[in-house]
């Protein structure tokens, strides 16, 4: 029996997308190999490769002024390789804190020069609030702005994104990619781990204007440095092929559920279903501000949180897996990605009323 | 019909794993799910990285000096990552040039401070010799030497691991580790890339003396710097999980083979026929020095190069694939790794032989 999988990553994949990659694991399309075992270098992956590339350009409508790159690290990765790229003339760049991983991405860049904060949402309650650009205070000129457009801890969405002029915004929109339409335009860099809406871990992309191409530390390893791996289609060196394979099942998966905005309306409707459950009750609670709550993770807290071992043992029971919290901020949370079904929500806030009647 | 695969990575795996990892795709253990959708934290992919990690150290006999790290970015990450690691007080190495990784390290290096030559096996055939320890000039006070241990384009292994003292040996052993017993208390530091004889591209195994784990450079990144690596047990940033996994399923199938005494036994047996056919005949030639020929990569050329492409057409109509030598030095190539069986270079040798005899 398949599972609700409630992870914030990695997380759940399409069914489809896995008994694909399960009959193909010996054979691909009658080539004699699995993925896993073709050259990089060969026709078969190839076709692979650049099939996910043209995929992921059309369902992000990314512009022909920008390149889609695949690197390995993740977000935590970039937090160092976006520094290392684009420090090379102007050592300095403004973040915007909005939640757990933009801070780490502020102290990782403090390694290679100046990280000015130019915006928090921190409050009294935690991270709860995106500051809106009226409330940045940038530097001068700095190299970049950062953004974390989706904080996965503390379920944080920035929605509206500020036109910077000349500045290019730098945004690590890892855990709510493909999510919805984002007009790539206004993004400078825009990069994700794959593990939560692309496909499995190990493999990060990265979506760069071409005129940042040239702004990398003497420093920068090669393997890291967005021009050389532009110049060489990803395949500086290995790539992590299946990890790509799984990445390109995904992005037809969601051509085949209409695209972005298709999926966008489906995100809508779980997160708005799960939000009103919280709001309804006075059992449980999300301190996020409305117009900034995540779509993608969905932290609540019981107010009796002595209850939180029964609530979370009464989920297992019922396959409602991984809705504990993370460590740093406790209480629950619902990571409702693309691939967890509207089903599994219903399934959710079926069993958080049934909880707060017995307990309330 | 499953094609006899020579590719020089990524590269033929075990059909035993490919098959458990096709069966397990969707459930993983009555987990209710596959292992691309656990989460990294979770019991069930702790169980499997554990498992990796100790079915690895049993492998290769790991002494309790040394740690199993998993990294991504594969061999030529490396390249940057070691220098980054090993150079924070004395930012110069010593290179021992068997082939064109080590040039690739040797050149990478040298954005991070001195790389000097210690060594080179080229000579007027290409790449063929392997400096003994009596030919390695040695730099005053380096911070290591390092050494591929097994060139995967020119083909040419070093068997012969000389003892220098305090100076730490760096090996990247990406194409022939788990090939053969190696005695790890000789190396500082060992690694290799996944994509040949451990699973799929897009997780390297780093095994590093522990005492080596405080020398990094202050602008090492977070995620690649082998003490915070260590400390968080490889997951610090979220690991190459399914990377991990079919690793472990490969440890599981190696021991289910007798380990590495017995693989190599086969490998030396695999390469013995290979070698014995090309120079038995006048037809095919390889030029590496005897005592270093690799027993992986096995290249070869056409006394008559302008048959290369009959060759390989009829290599491929009787399905041996990926017999195209690397294009820095053409000609042909078998990767003959663990995974790939003594059959397929049966086939190989009995298709050689017919060729030759068609056109000798």
Redesign the interface.
Known sequence: ???F?F???????P?EV??Q???E???WHG????V?????R?PEFMQIHSEALLDLRELMQVPASHQILFL??????E???VP?NLFGTKPRADFVITGSWSQKSQK?AL??GAAHIAATGRTEAGFTHSPARSEWKLSDDPAYVHLCTNETIDGVETFEIPDLGDIPLVADASSHILSRPMDIAKYGVLYG?A?KNI?????TVVIVREDLLDRAM??C????EWKTVAANNSM????????IY?AGLVFKWLKRQGGLTAIEARNIEKAQLLYDTIDASSFYVNKVERRARSRMNVPFFLADETRNDDFLAGAKAR?L??LKGHKSVGGMRASIYNAVPLEAVQALVEYMKEFEAKHA
């Open positions: 029996m398949r599972v999988n992870s914030a990553g990695p997380a759940a994949l069914e896995l008994r990659a399960a009959d694991m010996l054979d080539s004699g190999m699995g896993m075992e073709m050259s990089h060969g390995q690290g993740g977000g935590i990765g937090n160092a390789i290392l990782e390694k290679y781990g593990q496909g499995m871990a190990g493999v003497a420093l390893p090669s393997a890291f500086y060196n290995t790539p992590p092929t299946y990890a799984i396959g897996l991984q």
